[in-house]
T-cell receptor, first 116, second 115 residues
Framework: DAGVTQSPTHLIKTRGQHVTLRCSPI?????VSWYQQVLGQGPQFIFQYYEKEERGRGNFPDRFSARQFPNYSSELNVNALLLGDSALYLC???????????????FGPGTRLTVL | DQQVKQNSPSLSVQEGRISILNCDYT??????FLWYKKYPAEGPTFLIS?????DKNEDGRFTVFLNKSAKHLSLHIVPSQPGDSAVYFC??????????????FGQGTILTVHP
């Protein structure tokens, strides 16, 4: 079975530009979460979507937005890019909403974003 | 405010010996804990989890121990193998509400297993 897939693998943008990252969850998984991982730190939660609705949001500015489509795939959008947005962006999928004891999140390989 | 902490940035172990990775947390609302392994250029891979109603969970060479009173968990790998060399992340999730879908991660511990 295919795992979580993300595209693109790598991306280089300049300050002020906009970027869209894409994620396809494991087949049958209805929940998608997005995380940002900067070098030397653990992943930080950005959003969770379940059944096309935002169900959780981390401490990120409004420049970050996301949506989930009827096929449960998801997009993360970042506007007005800053140098500090350079990071690995990870997508994770799970069967249902997080917070349940057996609801493990499975991660994709990530998109490496570099902002120059 | 670092709610999940892995105080050892790195750990070096000989092949065949036990590896013990530690994690502390401060938020008493956390009730589900996970360990992930991460190789360079890959996403985190789920290893093992434990709910707060248990104090031990075992899966092959991997065992996770939870001490709720100390707000401490540990991952034991026995025997350690060179292929276990990776960054290990401890993560925790809460009981619901606004914490739905949010995993809070530690900073990671780099494990190196020498042949």
């Amino acid at each position: 079975d295919a795992g979580v897939t993300q595209s693109p693998t790598h991306l280089i943008k300049t300050r002020g530009q906009h970027v869209t990252l894409r994620c396809s969850p494991i087949s049958g998984h209805k929940s998608v979460s997005w995380y940002q991982q900067v070098l030397g730190q653990g992943p930080q939660f950005i959003f969770q979507y379940y059944e096309k609705e935002e169900r959780g949001r981390g401490n990120f500015p409004d420049r970050f937005s996301a949506r989930q489509f009827p096929n449960y795939s998801s997009e993360l959008n970042v506007n007005a890019l800053l140098l500090g947005d350079s990071a690995l962006y990870l997508c994770a999928s799970s069967l249902r909403r997080g917070g349940l004891r057996t609801d493990t999140q499975y991660f994709g390989p990530g998109t490496r974003l570099t902002v120059l | 405010d670092q709610q999940v902490k892995q105080n050892s940035p790195s750990l070096s172990v000989q092949e065949g010996r036990i590896s013990i990775l530690n994690c502390d947390y401060t938020n008493s609302m956390f009730d589900y804990f996970l360990w992930y392994k991460k190789y360079p250029a890959e996403g985190p891979t789920f290893l093992i989890s434990i709910s707060s109603i248990k104090d031990k969970n075992e899966d092959g060479r991997f065992t996770v121990f939870l001490n709720k009173s100390a707000k401490h968990l540990s991952l034991h790998i026995v025997p350690s193998q060179p292929g276990d060399s990776a960054v290990y992340f401890c993560a925790a999730s809460g009981a619901g509400g606004t914490s739905y879908g949010k995993l809070t991660f530690g900073q990671g511990t780099i494990l190196t297993v020498h042949p």
